[in-house]
Every structure is written in C-alpha cells, then in structure tokens.
C-alpha cells in the first residue's frame, strides 16, 4: 500500500493510544490496512462506471438471474485503489437481490466483459420471468446514475471468530484487543476514508456486524457446494477468498433497509478471471 494512504491512518492510531490500546497491538492492526475504491454518486474523483443504465451484454452470454446493479470501467479505475489483481480494462458488471438467501443460494452474480467485446442491449426485467410486482417495485428503487471513485484505506470492521460451541466466538486470531480496535475504527472512519454506497476491494461491512461477512459468504458457498448448487471446487479456508465489492443496498433501496450485498471470490477464481464463479452473499435484517 502506498505510504500516503498509509498516512491518512494517523488519526486512528492517535485515538487508540489514547484509548490506552497497547502501541503494539495497534501497530499489528494497522498492518491489516488495505487499500480500496469507495463508490459515490458524485465527487472529485474519477467517473468509474455507473449504477443502472442499459445492460450490455455478449450475444453468448445467458440472461443473469438477478437484478443489474452497476457497470464498472476497470480501465477509468485507478491502478492502486485496491490491491485486488483486476483486469486492466473491461467491465465488471454487478448483479444481485438484496434478500437474505433461502438454502444457501448464492443472491447475485458477476458478469466480466472484456474491452472490444461485442454487446448487445439485453432486457433488464429478464430475471423476472414471471413479473412479480413486488420485485419490480423493488427494483425500480435501485439506484441510477454515474459513480465517481476515491482511493480509500480500509480496516476491519469485524472483531471475532464464530466458533462452533461455547465460548460461541473469540477476538480475531493475533488481535486479543480486536473489539476495542474497531470500535476505534468506527469512531475516526469518516477522518481517513469517504463513505459511498458501493466499495471495490478493502473489508466488508454491514449493518449489525460481529463476524467477517466475507466468511459467512464463504460458509454459505461451501455448503451449497455441497448440495450440488453451487460448482466446485470451492475452498472453506476464508483466506482463499477476497471480498470483490460491497453495496450498501439500504442506503438506496426503500423497503430494504439494513441489506447489504457482499460480491466475494477465490483468490484463484480471481487471478484467472473466473468472475462467473464469484459468490453473492446479503445480509438483511428486515
């Protein structure tokens, strides 16, 4: 990570030390940082892509079965906002329904269109084959227009492990201080990183967090594997996966407040540009 972004981090250290966290603890924390692009519909930054608009797709590709989100333009994103290994240009288009999964269903999908492709303009209501109109309604909520970008810093917003029988879950392995530090995160957030509806790359969030998210999307992929839902082969070690985008779906969705779509892929999937088997989990709490 650039030291500059690095930096930005000065005011979460000076408010941990004063909090009396041990410098130790907080420096190991701090090593956890990773950069990330913070999406907003309007800004200094650069015009990244946008939520909405018509959807573009290969002639070969099928309809996706959720809900378009949004477009991005990897090549207008700038080169360090995140420390995933993205395609230099091309489109990531961004597909999901903000509803808690029933059968551990994947709620949403990743489509990779690489620059020179041929599209065409397809039917955006297509996943909804039997016009349901409380899904429509939904959908006409989601959010439409340009997305700027912010290179941003990210830090944990979770602080524990599950574990399978009591104690039910423990501070983050390495981190004994974990709840403390990010609680010292949430307090100096809005000092070091914008906040935007849509985040590439960094941590996930969410509305009631106490685990990783990107973990609880792992389990969720794992146990679909195993149901014959989702294809293999699909790791259960959750450092083999990365969170690929977060939305904030509450901020814009009415009716769906709280939901929150973690877009989360295998480290693998993602250096060979798997992105058909990145794997959407939300959290809703209605």
């Not at 907080?26 to 692009?37: G, H, I, N, Q, S």
């Not at 070091?192 to 849509?198: E, M, S, T």
């Amino acid at each position: 990570m650039n030291p500059e972004l690095l930096d930005r981090l000065r005011p979460f250290r000076a408010e941990a030390i004063a909090r009396g966290i041990p410098a130790d603890d907080v420096e190991r924390w701090l090593a956890t940082a990773r950069p990330c692009a913070t999406l907003t519909r309007g800004g200094n930054g650069p015009v990244v892509g946008r939520f909405g608009g018509p959807l573009l797709l290969p002639a070969d590709t099928p309809d996706p079965e959720h809900p378009y989100v949004a477009s991005i333009d990897l090549a207008a994103l700038p080169a360090d906002a995140t420390d995933l290994p993205l395609p230099p240009d091309g489109h990531l288009l961004l597909f999901a329904f903000p509803e808690t999964p029933d059968y551990h269903e994947t709620m949403g999908s990743v489509v990779y269109v690489p620059a020179g492709t041929a599209v065409t303009e397809r039917d955006r209501h297509a996943w909804n084959p039997s016009d349901i109109d409380d899904y429509e309604a939904m959908f006409k909520e989601f959010p439409e227009g340009p997305l700027w970008a912010t290179t941003d810093v990210s830090l944990p917003y979770h602080h524990a492990v599950e574990l399978s029988g009591e104690p039910w879950s423990e501070p983050l392995p390495g981190h004994p201080r974990s709840e403390e530090l990010v609680a010292v995160w949430e307090s100096t957030h809005d000092d070091i990183a914008a906040r935007g509806p849509l985040q590439i790359g960094g941590y996930a969030d969410e509305e009631a967090i106490h685990g990783d998210p990107v973990a609880h999307a792992v389990f969720h992929a794992v146990k679909a594997a195993e149901l014959g839902r989702w294809d293999g082969p699909v790791s259960a070690d959750v450092s083999d996966w990365v969170l690929l985008a977060d939305w904030q779906a509450g901020m814009d969705v009415e009716g769906w407040e709280s939901a929150t779509v973690h877009w989360v892929i295998q480290r693998d999937d993602l250096a060979t540009r798997r992105f058909d088997r990145a794997y959407t989990g939300v959290f809703w709490n209605p």
